[in-house]
């Protein structure tokens, strides 16, 4: 999961909610990774100003939110890659998905998106992978 469809999936309750819900359930055939960068990415974006009603909405601290978010990753370290996108962040979702042998990226982003595969790994919006997860039952 990229940092936005992360972020979307703990602060409100559309479908990436739902794919973070359905792979907790499955913790034990679904598992879903992260890297030390994507997750320090992920406690910046949590404490800038606009997020605050969210959070409180929700009754949680960035802190307590990141923190809930890292015990439910798996936990790699990335190889460098060369730039494959246009923002560096994306690449490092690449490269976490590299290190995991993941078979899906989760991406809201139209750069990863447009990518469909690569080097065998689908790219996937967050109703297309609860959609293959839900057609794998």
């Not at 949680?60 to 460098?80: E, G, L, N, R």
């Not at 962040?89 to 750069?111: F, T």
């Not at 065998?120 to 293959?132: F, R």
Request: proline share 6%; net charge negative; charged share 20%.
């Amino acid at each position: 999961m990229d940092t936005n469809v992360a972020l979307s999936a703990l602060l409100w309750r559309g479908v990436p909610h739902q794919l973070l819900s359905v792979i907790r359930d499955r913790a034990e055939t679904i598992h879903l990774f992260s890297s030390q960068v994507m997750l320090a990415e992920l406690a910046e974006v949590l404490v800038r100003p606009h997020l605050a009603k969210p959070l409180a909405a929700i009754g949680c601290s960035p802190v307590q939110v990141a923190t809930d978010y890292a015990a439910a990753v798996d936990v790699v370290a990335p190889s460098f890659i060369p730039q494959v996108v246009r923002d560096p962040d994306d690449d490092q979702v690449i490269a976490c998905a590299l290190a995991a042998r993941a078979d899906v990226i989760v991406s809201g982003d139209d750069d990863l998106l447009s990518l469909k595969t690569y080097e065998g790994i689908a790219v996937l919006t967050p109703h297309q992978a609860l959609e293959c997860i839900e057609a794998a039952d």
